[in-house]
Nanobody, 120 residues
Framework: QVQLVESGGGLVQAGESLRLSCAASGNVVNIYNTDWYRQAPGKERELLAA???????SYADSVKGRFAISRDSAKSTVYLFMNNLTPEDKAVYSCHADYSHSNTEIRNCWGQGTQVTVTV
């Protein structure tokens, strides 16, 4: 099993930055992909960024150039650096991971989410 815990959310002003953390525990060596999502009130959940165990990163067009995802394997933690935040970035941010549970079974898990609020 793998468990994920997010942290780093909070209240910031427009133009400021935040770093979100997604700490994994359990069978972390079996994680092969970690993603960051967000969901704003009344909107669908949106995939923002993903990083593989080989540290290949990809981004949604909506955040490309402003957000950056990285992995610290020694700490089993994936980060989401968010720059130049706007009120439109207000949402609950969650991380998600895919991992091998066995030779034949792939599972996934979610963290509990962390709130990001941006004021003008």
């Amino acid at each position: 099993q793998v468990q994920l815990v997010e942290s780093g959310g909070g209240l910031v002003q427009a133009g400021e930055s935040l770093r979100l953390s997604c700490a994994a525990s359990g069978n972390v060596v079996n994680i092969y992909n970690t993603d960051w999502y967000r969901q704003a009130p009344g909107k669908e959940r949106e995939l923002l960024a993903a990083i593989t165990s080989g540290v290949t990163a990809s981004y949604a067009d909506s955040v490309k150039g402003r957000f950056a995802i990285s992995r610290d394997s020694a700490k089993s933690t994936v980060y989401l650096f968010m720059n130049n935040l706007t009120p439109e970035d207000k949402a609950v941010y969650s991380c998600h991971a895919d991992y091998s549970h066995s030779n034949t079974e792939i599972r996934n898990c979610w963290g509990q989410g962390t709130q990001v609020t941006v004021t003008v």
